[in-house]
């Protein structure tokens, strides 16, 4: 089974930055789809940022909300998956998530494998 584990959450002011990262074993995962889900209290989940490989191309999407703020990578030989957030706001506060999809064109939803979460708070 493929397991997802988030970390660097925690607490930051408003403005500031946080590195979002989430180890993958199981499998090895350089072509599948993965991404970044958040929920927020009283939301619903919704969707942060993917890569995705097409055509022999890498492709980076990123929700309206969060465009010019945060940048998803990966590092395949550690079979990490990145999310630097900065400029963040209060309305960043939510449970980040990592998933992955065994589908290299794209992140569906539901993504097939999710991480536990790892909670971001952002004071004003």
């Known amino acids: 089974q493929v397991q997802l584990v988030e970390s660097g959450g925690g607490l930051v002011q408003a403005g500031g930055s946080l590195r979002l990262s989430c180890a993958a074993s199981g499998r090895t995962f350089s072509f599948d789809a993965m991404g970044w889900f958040r929920q927020a209290p009283e939301k619903e989940r919704e969707f942060v940022a993917s890569v995705s490989w097409r055509g022999g191309s890498t492709y980076y999407a990123y929700a309206d909300s969060v465009k010019g703020r945060f940048t998803i990578s990966r590092d395949n030989a550690k079979n990490t998956l990145y999310l630097q957030m900065n400029s963040l706001k209060p309305e960043d506060t939510a449970v980040y998530y990592c998933?992955?999809?065994?589908?290299?064109?794209?992140?569906?939803?539901?993504?097939?494998?999710w991480g536990q979460g790892t909670q971001v708070t952002v004071s004003s």
């Open positions: 998933a992955t999809d065994p589908n290299p064109g794209t992140l569906r939803y539901p993504p097939e494998y």
